[in-house]
């Protein structure tokens, strides 16, 4: 009976957020939202698809651009991870992301689906997102940075670009984006992401092999994955070097690819730079202890 109470309370209070809602009482509502968050925090309520999409419901009537909707859905998320220390539900991610994508908010539902499981989903906004925001020549670009972020970091996206500001470089427009599919270790919606937009894209041939080389080196890196062997990983960055200097994250993106897919270990400083470098140093520091080993066996050498 005493956890009913605060169950039908809770109820009572999303009605009434959702009438205000209805009415264009923004901030009246926003409240009971946010009393709707608090309510499950102190009852330590368990995770519930329903709950979720009530919180999802809630945080879609939101104005797009008040601090209100901000804090709701870093609350929402902590809560939905139940104090394990990840970055909330995947339900409750996919679920922001398809109320994004219908605001055409591609930038940040991009980065609820790199953190939910549907990979289809994200794939059929990335489509959408190049054709309606991107140039040609950026086709395999868009895919690019997805399913590379699939399997490294975590910073949410809300500092890229404003929706609709077309030509920013894309490089520049997903910067705030440091996490991928393939970084957040997630290779099987890697794999759904990559087939799914490489056959829906309308600008790209049936493949592979592809006519862009990014999309070649996409196709064999995930492949290679499933291999796990240094030598094709480190060959493959090496060929495509051209097709990834297009944009300086690639190589960061790959150099935790390496740690955790392929034994390599952490990127240190390097007058190298990048994943190259790391691979360089890594074999120059073996020469050179090498050469030490060498050096204590044999006798010094005098100059009159």
Not at 110 to 125: I, P, V
Not at 155 to 167: D, E, I, N, S, T
Not at 276 to 297: A, P, Y
Request: proline share 6%; with cysteine.
């Amino acid at each position: 009976m005493s956890q009913s109470k605060p169950a039908e309370a809770r109820e009572l209070m999303c009605s009434g957020a959702l009438l205000f809602f209805s009415h264009g009482q923004q901030n009246s509502a926003s409240d009971l939202s946010m009393l709707v968050l608090e309510s499950l925090e102190k009852a330590e309520v368990e995770v519930a698809d329903e709950l979720l999409e009530s919180l999802a419901k809630l945080f879609s009537l939101m104005d797009p651009n008040s601090p209100e909707r901000v804090a709701f859905v870093s609350r929402a998320l902590k809560w939905s991870s139940g104090g394990s220390g990840k970055l909330g539900h995947p339900r409750l991610h996919q679920l922001l992301a398809l109320t994004l994508w219908k605001e055409q908010n591609y930038c940040e539902s991009r980065y609820h689906f790199l953190h939910s499981s549907d990979g289809e989903g994200c794939a059929n906004m990335l489509v959408e997102y190049a054709t309606s925001r991107g140039f040609r020549s950026e086709v395999d670009m868009f895919v690019a940075q997805a399913v590379l972020q699939y399997v490294p970091f975590a910073v949410p996206p809300w500092l890229a670009w404003p929706p609709g500001a077309r030509g920013w470089p894309l490089s520049r427009a997903l910067s705030g984006l440091s996490r991928t599919f393939l970084c957040l270790k997630n290779k099987s919606s890697a794999s759904v992401v990559f087939t799914t937009y490489t056959q829906k894209h309308p600008s790209i041939e049936n493949g592979p092999p592809f006519v862009q080389p990014l999309l070649n080196f996409i196709w064999f890196l995930l492949l290679a994955v499933d291999g796990g062997k240094l030598t094709v990983f480190t060959v493959l960055c090496e060929q495509y070097q051209p097709s990834l200097r297009r944009d300086p994250m690639y190589n960061e993106y790959l150099d935790r690819i390496g740690q955790l897919f392929f034994g390599v270990p952490p990127k240190q400083t390097s007058s190298y730079g990048g994943l190259l470098g790391n691979l360089l140093s890594s074999l120059m520091g073996s020469s050179e202890q090498e050469g030490e080993d060498s050096q204590d066996d044999s006798s010094p050498i005098e100059l009159d």
